[in-house]
DNA sequence: TTTTGAGTTGTTCGA
DNA sequence: GTCGAACAACTCAAA
């Protein structure tokens, strides 16, 4: 060996860790490892402004102080030390370069728009002053910045992104997690993870999160094993219905990046799983739907904060703040709508259908604009993810690509009827009615009096009058948009 | 260029 | 009780 190679194998790599928190089909950790260099596992805390990133929501802050412990956890035993540090990406690299020597710096690529703009430029950067910059793919099954209709445009409807999504080649496999890694002995002078204050104190509203949830990516892959060993059998037929563990649970663990829509989509080949073909195919398009959601972002940074749909931009909402606090709050009179709003608070999670039925609650029966319903889930959910958030919003909403019509109210009795006919799901987080019969659970308030007082339930005092009423509610909204469509400047 | 078929998740009304 | 139509056009994506 030459004194070159020789010097040049003892610079470290630095490899950056943001929404993929794993070692296992991490590219840019395998890549790194690959080059037999000491190894340098970063992660920077880059909330300093909205430019850099979206300030993590509370319930993720919470989420990712457990997974950064887990990671942290694991890359010790491959043998590197996870370095924490707060600011600005590129001012801390630099930082890192300066003092280390490092010649390389890795990671895996970000989709959402602040991420990409950070990490452009700080590609370019690195790139200028000679240093070796690459990223890699992971988090998304496709890149949103190659993928383009016929005509060179995005898509904007989902059949047929689904459709060339599925058509082009199949996805890679996984890559292994690194055996070992070469350790880099100098100190670093890590920040600790207690003093980011991760963790909710006075009052410690996550204090129930841990009995629904094990972040980190031991966490995720026991929660594919178990569903795909179990749950995915009737997922078709179940995934609707929030009373029963029929979905996979994975959301949360995908927004952390501590499991890879590759793996997922490698493990959904298994041979053990021929049987369930039509539930299969079922789940992969759910996973399809989170990569068309980063497709929109990609394709429009301004997802989140504005109408995809401009002709929605004079809509006449009402935004009445106490309406906005009882449905926080899960006080809305709505069993259905309550059920899924204090789980969402309880566990930091709602089941999808009733995702769909609290957000056209509040959009259309409230006339709340969305995106006060996309920061409040943005804060509690976590999974909160800047691209299925955003687009699952404006969907609901009707201002979306692809979106449901607008006049596709939901109507809380009939889906809680359908969907939780049993009334387990509401009897589960709206205790004040479990002894309410299944007949009146979902509509308490047209339950005779002798009933509610068997019941216990005293309207008004232990359990909300509906804070509107379904029927006027409806025609409001339908009349509102109406108006709105008469005004906008396409008619 | 034009045409064509299609488009996650619903509700209500009236026959 | 069941069923089909109306609700709104609009625009996408590919042939």
Not at 287 to 303: M, Q, T, V
Not at 453 to 467: D, F, K, M, T
Request: hydrophobic share 40%; with cysteine.
């Amino acid at each position: 060996m030459t004194e070159q190679q020789s010097s040049a194998t003892r610079f470290p790599v630095i490899v950056l860790f943001r929404h993929d928190l794993r070692i296992s089909d991490n590219r840019a950790l395998y890549a790194a490892a690959n080059t037999g260099k000491p190894i340098i596992p970063v992660f920077i805390r880059d909330e300093g402004n909205t430019e850099a990133s979206r300030p993590a929501g509370g319930a993720r802050q919470w989420w990712l102080h457990h997974s950064l412990a887990a990671l942290s956890a694991s890359l010790r035993v491959l043998g590197a030390n996870l370095v924490l540090k707060r600011g600005a990406t590129q001012t801390i690299v630099d930082r890192l370069l300066d003092d280390t020597g490092a010649d390389m710096v890795l990671w895996n690529r970000r989709y959402d728009p602040p991420g990409v703009r950070t990490d452009t430029s700080l590609k370019s950067e690195l790139i200028r002053r000679g240093i070796s910059a690459e990223s890699f793919d992971g988090h998304l099954l496709h890149e949103p910045f190659l993928f383009k209709t016929g005509t060179g445009g995005f898509y904007r409807v989902y059949s047929p992104f689904w459709r060339a999504l599925t058509a082009g080649p199949e996805p890679r496999d996984p890559v292994p997690a690194p055996r070992t890694l070469e350790p880099y002995h100098e100190s670093m002078g890590s920040q600790c993870l207690n003093d980011w204050a991760l963790l909710p104190e006075k009052p410690d509203w996550a204090k129930d999160f841990a009995k629904d949830w094990t972040p980190g990516e031991n966490g995720a892959q026991e929660k594919l094993a178990a569903f795909l060993g179990g749950a995915i059998g009737g997922y078709d037929h179940d995934r609707d219905k929030p009373a029963i563990e029929a979905t996979s649970r994975l959301s949360p663990h995908l927004a952390h990046g501590e499991i890879t829509p590759f793996q997922i989509w490698h493990a959904l080949k298994s041979p053990s799983l021929a049987r369930e073909g039509r539930d299969v195919d079922k789940f992969r398009r759910e996973i399809g739907w989170r990569e068309f959601s980063y497709h929109l972002l990609f394709n429009n940074p301004a997802l989140a904060t504005k109408n995809y749909n401009a002709s929605f931009d004079g809509f006449a909402w009402q935004n009445k703040a106490d309406d906005l606090k009882a449905w926080q709050q899960g006080r809305t009179g709505y069993p259905i709508v309550d059920a899924g709003m204090r789980q969402l608070w309880k566990t930091g999670w709602m089941h999808n259908r009733v995702r769909m039925i609290t957000a056209s609650f509040l959009i259309k029966h409230l006339r709340i604009d969305w995106r006060k319903g996309e920061a409040w889930f943005w804060d509690t959910l976590v999974d909160a993810d800047p691209a299925s958030n955003a687009a699952s919003w404006q969907w609901v909403a009707g201002s979306g690509a692809d979106a449901a019509p607008y006049f596709r109210i939901f109507n809380p009795m009939l889906q809680g009827a359908k969907f939780d006919s049993l009334g387990a799901y509401v009897r589960e987080f709206v205790p004040e009615l479990k002894n309410l019969s299944d007949k009146y659970l979902h509509a308490p308030w047209l339950a005779p009096e002798n009933i509610l007082n068997e019941a216990g339930v005293v309207l008004g005092q232990n359990y909300p009058h509906p804070i509107v009423d379904h029927q006027a509610a409806r025609q409001q909204a339908l009349v509102a948009y109406a108006n709105t469509r008469k005004d906008s400047p396409s008619h």
